[in-house]
């Protein structure tokens, strides 16, 4: 008999996946409530963290919360209930402490405030093809949340957040990865608060980067710039893609912009980035890019719904549709470079 014959059926992975926004909701919970932030390089027992996040439900739950965060990876503990002592893992200790260069809780931060509500609406997007968020019943085609996103500064500043958290080792990465020292100009189309410009002007003190988006963004971005001392080498300039041009540079960069485009309008930005770029200029895209087969990286193939959820017809895609829409346009070749996680760079050379 085959191995697969002897298996017993198990509805654990049914029950583990159907359920779990359960695990889902108390990661973000703690993210929220700023229990890692609480515990960054301390430990305390349940009972300082209940008076402390001042929580006002049983003793009980306060520990059921707690221990499933132990259960889950994210907290250690020593003893038991009344006697327990609680601290941070390793990597919510990077990653989730407030406080830390490194926090990436921008991105679960958005999670909980926006798109947990809006993930509700799954089927309606699966049955309509429309949009559930902000703009849900007044959506105007691509990207059309941003404009009501961007109707509200502090949404703004924590959508900001949440994608430059979500892409901060992607820029680390792809600033060691990449030899840009070959390189003197470089723009970031839809570059947010600068966060890429910024990673790729303090390891490569030639180049001269341009952050391109929205102007409601120029204050974040400015500000944020400002901060790494380098506002002689990373200009800021306010624009739409979509409607503006683009200016030339040796080397054109987005970060999560080509997912939440239609098909159509994929390609005519593709297209407006080759004829901005000189002769062997450079195009980087840096994504949840899907392995061609479909089967490996589950986080970009949900992130492509969660395109449907935001815009409709946007969706993530694999390498063979990068090189489609790039050799459309008139590039020579492409490559995929990995970065970290699920997250790769699709380069394609004029």
């Not at 359920?19 to 700023?34: C, D, H, I």
């Not at 503990?77 to 006697?83: A, C, H, P, T």
């Not at 509700?120 to 699966?126: F, M, S, T, Y």
């Not at 390609?267 to 087969?293: H, M, R, S």
Request: overall charge negative; glycine content about 8%; charged content about 20%.
């Amino acid at each position: 008999m085959s191995e697969a014959t002897n298996q017993q059926p198990n509805p654990s992975h049914i029950m583990q996946i159907g359920m779990g926004f359960w695990a889902s909701k108390t990661l973000l919970a703690a993210v929220k409530l700023n229990l890692f932030t609480l515990l960054s390089g301390t430990k305390l027992n349940g009972n300082a963290i209940k008076q402390q996040l001042a929580l006002g439900t049983t003793d009980r739950h306060v520990y059921d919360w707690l221990d499933a965060l132990v259960s889950l990876g994210f907290l250690v503990r020593e003893g038991v209930m009344e006697n327990s002592i609680y601290s941070n893992s390793m990597d919510t200790e990077i990653f989730l402490d407030r406080k830390n260069p490194s926090y990436i809780g921008g991105i679960l931060e958005m999670g909980n405030n926006r798109l947990y509500r809006f993930w509700g609406d799954l089927e309606e997007g699966l049955l309509t093809g429309r949009p559930q968020n902000e703009s849900k019943d007044e959506s105007r085609g691509n990207m059309d949340f941003f404009m009501q996103l961007y109707k509200d500064p502090v949404k703004l500043e924590e959508f900001m957040d949440a994608m430059s958290g979500i892409q901060l080792g992607n820029f680390m990465l792809l600033a060691r990865k990449f030899d840009f020292s070959k390189f003197k100009t470089l723009l970031d189309v839809g570059g947010a608060d600068g966060s890429l410009s910024i990673h790729i002007c303090r390891n490569y003190p030639s180049i001269r980067c341009t952050t391109f988006d929205l102007p409601t963004v120029a204050p974040l971005a400015n500000k944020k710039i400002a901060e790494a001392n380098l506002s002689d080498r990373i200009s800021f300039i306010g624009g739409d893609f979509a409607t503006d041009p683009i200016l030339s540079a040796e080397i054109i960069t987005m970060g999560n912009i080509l997912h939440g485009l239609d098909e159509a309008t994929k390609q005519i930005l593709v297209n407006k980035v080759y004829a901005a770029l000189p002769a062997n200029g450079v195009f980087i895209t840096i994504e949840n890019i899907i392995d061609d087969d479909r089967r490996e990286n589950t986080f970009g193939m949900l992130m492509s719904l969660n395109m449907l959820i935001e815009n409709g017809e946007a969706f993530d895609y694999t390498p063979a549709d990068f090189g489609r829409w790039t050799t459309k346009a008139g590039f020579q070749k492409t490559e995929i470079l990995p970065l970290a996680g699920p997250s790769s760079a699709a380069i394609a050379y004029k």
